[in-house]
């Protein structure tokens, strides 16, 4: 027996017809993969329902999906569901708010549990993976179609970073394994999420010259406005880059730190041992043990960061 409600969300599902599927500000691939897919599911699956896709822009990750056009009107008989998004300041386009029932399908620790309905799987490698699992606890309600095993595909590809992080069980890969079986060509996607633009290459090369590691592997490094100015970036495009230091021998925790427009800096914190949501969660964010996310005021907050990973480190190393 399962102990997720994977029934009971369909059978909501079932009961409304609009759908409107949410996902999390400046999405990366498995918040579209997960909000992508589950659409082009139920569109597959109920094709007399209206099923649509909310939320702001999704910069260069078009190539996976779009958004629709979503009127305030459509929200007064749906059912909204909001996928890996782990709590509600962090929802892309509020009116979430506006429906009548709202499910949240998510792989975050369930801190902010908001909705009527929870499918949380903590467990699960991504959104996109839970998802799946939807899909293969209710075949007889569900069909999936390429499009939505492209999509989950995807997202599963994005938050595991091809398979590599610790989060890859071997139950993502049987559900790899189940959508490729689906027909749509893993290749093309796979080099699309690979492929990075020149100025983004360029950016990584200043942040392998420019890290800085401490002796217990604690590394760091700053993106001021000015920088990404200087290579024509914005926040949003540096997403494909917080991996690099990790491959760096050593390193065993690290931390990008983005200025933003209005002076604060993004965190963004990565780890390859130490628990480090603690961390993120006392600087205003939080997210996964061996990823998260945080805000920093000003430079010194950063250091007040760096000095509580040092820590983390400094016992890891010595344990
Ligand atoms: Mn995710």
Redesign the pocket.
Known sequence: MTLFPYKEVVETIKKYDTIIVHRHMNPDP??LGSQGGLVELLKGSFPEKKIIKAGGPVGDLGFLTTMDEVKDEDYKEALVIVT?TANTPRISDKRYQLGLKLIKID?HPNDDSYGDLQLVNIQAS??SEIIADLYLENQEDLILSKEAARLLYAGIVG?TGRFLYPSTTPHTLKIAAKLMESGFVPSEVNNQMNSISPKVAKLTGYILQNLIISEVGVAKVLLTQEILKQFDLTDTETASIVSIPGTIEGVLTWGIFVEQPEGHFRCRLRSKGPVINEVAKRHDGGGHPLASGANAKNTEEIDQIIKELTELAGKWVNK
Do not use: E, K, L
């Open positions: 498995d918040a890996d792989h991504s959104c938050d």
